[in-house]
């Protein structure tokens, strides 16, 4: 399965390049594939990939749930 992270665009770079945040953590990933993103902005990253912008509000949605899974237990897994 394959899954794509909310993240915030903090910094445009040249090249088609930014960084990006997720909870604090920076990584510099490639927006050639997304058009007119801006510092603010949050894309679905993928493999280093911004897919597409979403909306912030849709993002912290997300980005919530993904907390919540994380605390999950064992007792879950067979």
Do not use: N, Q
């Not at 949605?61 to 879950?76: A, N, Q």
């Amino acid at each position: 399965m394959c899954l794509a992270i909310p993240a915030e665009v903090i910094k445009v770079l040249p090249g088609e390049m930014a960084i990006v945040s997720v909870d604090g953590v920076s990584m510099e990933i490639s927006i050639a594939l997304t058009e007119d993103v801006v510092v603010g902005d949050y894309v679905l990253v993928h493999v280093g990939h911004a897919l597409t912008k979403i909306d912030p509000a849709e993002a912290e949605r997300t980005l919530d749930l993904l907390r919540e899974f994380s605390g999950v237990g064992p007792e879950l897994h067979p």
